[in-house]
């Protein structure tokens, strides 16, 4: 079964948005914009393609990998695309109800 999510989108049309606030350098905005596997063949050290920016970064988009871990257990998802939900049933779930995946 091929990736729904292994296509890489842009910064307009990412699978899903995730926000977190850091101390000095204000809110960061991350973009998934492709997952390297499916969902359930993910392990620990699972990596996704995203873009960030916050006013640190003059709000210009920095890309590169980023561990799955880090948004499930430290950011807010803002948007999740259809395919992004269906995907993570699990993940939406526990955003929802502030339970850590």
């Not at 499930?72 to 992004?84: D, G, I, Q, R």
Request: one cysteine or more.
């Amino acid at each position: 079964m091929a990736n729904p999510l292994g296509k890489s989108r842009d910064t307009e049309n990412p699978y899903a948005k995730f926000e977190i606030r850091v101390p000095d350098i204000g809110t960061i905005e991350h973009c998934i914009l492709k997952t390297y596997k499916l969902p359930e063949n993910e392990g620990e050290y699972a990596t996704w393609y995203t873009a960030g920016r916050s006013e640190a970064t003059g709000g210009s988009w920095e890309f590169g990998d980023m561990y799955k871990a880090d948004f499930e257990e430290h950011h807010t998802l803002t948007y999740a695309s259809p395919e992004f939900q269906k995907a993570y049933p699990k993940l939406m779930l526990n955003m929802m109800t502030g339970i850590s995946a």
